[in-house]
């Protein structure tokens, strides 16, 4: 497999990755360095992705590792607290930024746990279908369901208590 | 689209039930300006993964070995080695002729200083050997006075 074939497959969703990474590491430089960092992984591995059936499920499933992999790391531990640093240093913008539901929404998707997050993300985000996202996650399309109802019912919980405390 | 007909989809959509089709429609209605008050509470849901998708990723993606290093095409350092390697040869070889020539003139003025030297001596010879008739001089003297 040569450095085009590679490309052909990969670049389409480079966005795609780039945002799963976001999700879960909030900053974009980060996210920019996950999406890299996978990236040198596959080509690294080019050979064997001619063995998946999917090598854009791959590419996920991948992105998502690395990302765990990334919160779990100490660097990882680091970034934390920058973020809370940063969260707290925004403690008095929280009144606006509430009002600005896109990132209250992200804020929301946050709290939800890893697989469920990956999910609502694939399905509602990036709009795949049910046994892509099987494929992505490993699990089967009955379990990607029932994890996408509990995320989905648990924003709109979570979205409904914010948007009622800010209506009162 | 009516009320009812979206609040029995929405309902579907959070069991996870719904198809591509129908959350496209959802969100279709929820990016649209005539969402029903009772629904407002949901367009900020739509609208976040509706930005949510528009994300890029800005900077360009480096296909090396190396970590977030800029690494140059394979050939350009081909090409770069193999003017590096040109110049130097060709630098050894002009300085090589530059020194047989140097090599060359130093021998021919050395030449020329040697020849230059003999002529010299032959001329210092000869004036030696007459100065020995000075010495003659000086012994005819001694003869008358003494």
């Known amino acids: ?168 | 689209m009516e009320y009812s007909k979206i609040k029995d989809l929405l309902g579907i959509y959070f069991n996870g039930e719904t198809t591509l089709e129908q959350e496209k429609s959802l969100r279709v209605y929820f990016n649209s300006n005539q969402v029903d008050p009772r629904l407002k509470p949901y367009v900020v849901l739509f609208d976040a993964y509706n930005k949510a998708g528009q994300e890029v990723l800005e900077g360009s993606l480096i296909l090396a070995k190396k970590k977030k290093n800029r690494v140059f095409h394979p050939w350009t350092t081909r090409a770069a080695a193999l003017v590096i390697s040109g110049v130097a040869v060709s630098a050894f070889m002009y300085s090589a002729t530059i020194k047989a020539a140097q090599e060359k003139e130093a021998l021919t003025a050395f030449k020329e200083s040697k020849e230059l030297m003999y002529l010299m001596v032959n001329q210092l010879n000869k004036g030696t050997k007459t100065l020995s008739l000075v010495d003659q001089f000086q012994v005819h003297k001694n003869k008358y006075l003494k």
């Open chain 1, 1 to 168: 497999m040569n450095q085009k074939e590679f490309l052909d497959i990969v670049l389409p969703i480079k966005n795609n990755l780039y945002r799963l990474a976001r999700r879960f590491l909030i900053s974009s430089d980060e996210a920019e360095d996950a999406v890299q960092e996978v990236f040198l992984k596959l080509w690294k591995n080019k050979e064997a992705i001619k063995k998946y059936r999917t090598p854009e499920a791959f590419a996920y499933t991948m992105t998502k590792n690395y990302c765990l992999d990334r919160l779990k790391s100490k660097q990882a531990s680091n970034l934390k607290i920058v973020h809370t640093n940063f969260e707290n240093r925004t403690d008095l913008e929280k009144h606006i930024e509430a009002k600005d539901g896109v990132s209250l929404l992200f804020k929301l998707m946050e709290t939800l746990p890893e697989q469920q997050k990956v999910i609502l993300h694939l399905r509602d985000v990036e709009q795949l279908s049910f046994s892509e996202i099987a494929k992505i996650t490993n699990t089967s399309q009955a379990n990607v369901r029932v994890s996408l109802s509990r995320a989905r019912k648990k924003i709109k919980d979570l979205l409904l208590i914010q948007y009622n405390y800010g209506v009162q």
